[in-house]
């Protein structure tokens, strides 16, 4: 029986992909688990893997369409069978659009608001029920209706959730009120994982030149209009004395090999994860009526990839060693810099860290994450000139600027959590007991 | 609040109602000299005297027949049925002349008329004596029909039931005339068609009434030890159908299961949840469960005659199952 493969979903709000690359041809054979094609998403290119072994029989859709997600766009079977069935259920279902225009990918994308709202409403009902893991990233689509229960159906509805991406844990596989709830615990976490972009400004040239949006650049245009406009931002920047932690970190790194050393980002995500700890209303979101403090301390950290920026989550990053940080990040940097990345690699985040360190910034503001309620924009480590008991030396200093989701916190708060931060960075010692 | 019996409470309600109201008697078979098959009315007759306390011959249309009569032209008869089965044979008194003649006459008549009724199984007295058709009767509107779990209920609900205009089918179930409960002291009415919260609990509702009812207690207390909390709502009276708290409950745990003695075809739950998918569609997180009677003609033997009717076990399992 021939298969039919179709556009995977990858991401809570994807709604559609673009075909980038066919990697094999009609008429070729395809064993399950060979790359079968690259597609292009909001966040970045994946392999779409063909989930059977056999010939492919059909490519349904040119390199370069933009394509709805379940929707087929190959079959792979046997080299003789007949593919009338396949091929007429993707006739009747794809609408392969090549103008990007006109699919909008407002009509997926849900806002952060509706679905923080009430995500921790209800208490989960019996106390021995574990909810199982909520979101799917790349659950294969649904064949069939989803099967939930009418409430789940509701609260669905009223919070802009997608049915098809949440594992139902009743009878029969039946989406319940646990499962949506896990589901919102999710969303509400990490559901947006690009943070804000670096403002590139290209010299005039000559002639005006047009240049079509990626799925990135789309995303990010969406995500940061929508977390300025509708996120009340303030801002409140730290200077810190780093000789003793560039110091330490001189001296760690002679101890580690080249592709183990420690940079001062994976310091001030140690540093920051343990001043959340300290902070947890700054370790949240807001949701409405109410602010949904995070479990986890899940750092976002942000890449700047081709075309954009993503941001790759160091998950508990309380929980975790000086050495344990710098390998997780520099592993999922550099898969976000091939632009091959894990779905769990860029979501869940709880705070996020923009670094602009390493491009000579004293300092900067960094747009909130949402639904997160504050970004920490990271400068430059720098010589300066400084007075100290009357005198002028020089020493090493770093401007950090927080920027805090005002329905969340105020502005006291925000500068007593950059000065707690200031003990883990002025005696970094403490990072690596 | 002395702790009575559920005989002790019925049999408060009719004697405080026959000193209040002179209109008020009591017919049926063995009610008078021998105190009724339930000892409902022991001293009955002495006190009030054979006008009052009439001994009928066992002939339940001649019962029902001349009571309503006597309601007709202003009287209160409270008539004893010694078991809803005989309602039977008297089926054409009570659900086509009791509940219509007020329709049917334009509101000329009235009949202020109470059938006692002793209903239910587990007494091993046979199929044909063994019945719970509470259901049966709710169906007729016109007929109220009411049926307590707890003593402070029966006693209220039956005082309730003697001073209305129109006719009341109260139905006792015959195993509980022992189960004790607090009663108030004095004077108290407690109003027809209106279901109460027994026990409050978050996870799961339990809908329920008379024996049921007890049931439920006991499964909610070996359910609460496994960390479930599930909420008991006693609906009291069949018809009027007071569904407010069984909804307001349903709509917290968003999970129902409904347990009746009679069979579940066609039966209270069926109305219930039918009522609930109806006014509550988008709070349901999982289908509503029945616990019922067996579908066969209940039993004489012991054995066969529990494992017929509802226990204790089918109630948790059922509890579990709308959690999965």
Known sequence: MAETINMPKLGFDMAEGTLVRWLKKEGETVTKGEVLAEIETDKATVEVEASVSGVVRRLLVDEGAVVPVNTPIAIVGSADEAIDEQLSVAGGQSSVVSDQSSVSSEQSSVSSEQLSVSGAAASASAPDRQPAPAMEAAAPPAAGPVKASPLAKKMARERGLDLSQVRGSGPGGRIVRRDIEAALRTVDRGLQTVVSPSTVHRPPSAAEETVALTKLRQAIARRMAEAKSTVPHFYVTHEYKMDALMALRAQVNAYLPEEEKVSVNDFIIRAVALTLRQFPNLNASFAGDKVLRHGAVNIGVAVAVEGGLLTVVCKEADQKSLRQIAAEVKRMAAGARQGKVKPEDIEGSTFSISNLGMFDVENFAAIINPPEAAILAVGSARQVPVVEQGEIKVGWRMKATLSVDHRVSDGAEAAQFLQALAVYLEEPLRLLV | ?324
């Open chain 2, 1 to 324: 609040m002395p702790r009575i019996t559920m005989r002790e409470a019925i049999s408060q309600a009719l004697w405080e109602e026959m000193e209040r109201d002179p209109a008020v008697f009591i017919l049926g078979e063995e009610v008078g000299v021998w105190g009724g098959t339930y000892a409902v009315t022991k001293g009955f007759y002495d006190h009030f005297g054979p006008q009052r306390v009439k001994d009928t011959p066992i002939a339940e249309n001649a019962i029902l027949g001349a009571a309503i009569g006597a309601a007709m032209v202003g009287l209160r008869p409270v008539a004893e049925l010694m078991t809803i089965n005989f309602a039977f044979s008297a089926m054409d008194y009570v659900v086509n002349q009791a509940p219509k003649l007020r329709y049917m006459f334009g509101g000329q008549f009235r009949i202020p008329l109470v059938i006692r009724a002793v209903g239910g199984g587990g007494r091993q007295l046979g199929a044909t004596h063994s019945q719970t058709p509470d259901a049966v009767f709710a169906h007729f509107p016109g007929l109220k029909v009411v049926s307590p779990g707890t003593p402070e209920d029966a006693k209220g609900l039956l005082k309730t039931a003697i001073r209305s205009d129109d006719p009341v089918l109260f139905i006792e179930h015959a195993t509980m005339y022992q189960v004790r409960g607090e009663v108030p002291e004095g004077e108290y009415l407690i109003p027809i068609g209106q279901s109460k919260v027994q026990r409050p609990g978050r996870d799961v509702t339990i809908v329920t009434y008379a024996k049921g009812l007890e049931l439920s207690l006991k499964a909610a207390d070996e359910l609460a030890k496994e960390g479930i909390e599930v909420e008991i709502v006693d609906l009291r009276t069949l018809r009027p159908l007071d569904m407010g708290p069984v909804l307001e409950s349903f709509k917290k745990t968003n999970r129902a299961v409904i347990v009746e003695e009679g069979w579940r075809s066609y039966g209270v739950g069926a109305e219930v949840a039918a009522r609930i998918y109806e006014e509550a569609f988008d709070y349901a997180d999982a289908p509503i469960l029945r616990v019922a009677q067996k579908e066969v003609p209940l039993p004489y033997n012991r054995t066969l005659e529990q494992a017929a009717l509802p226990q204790v076990p089918d109630i948790t399992a059922a509890v579990k199952e709308v959690l999965k």
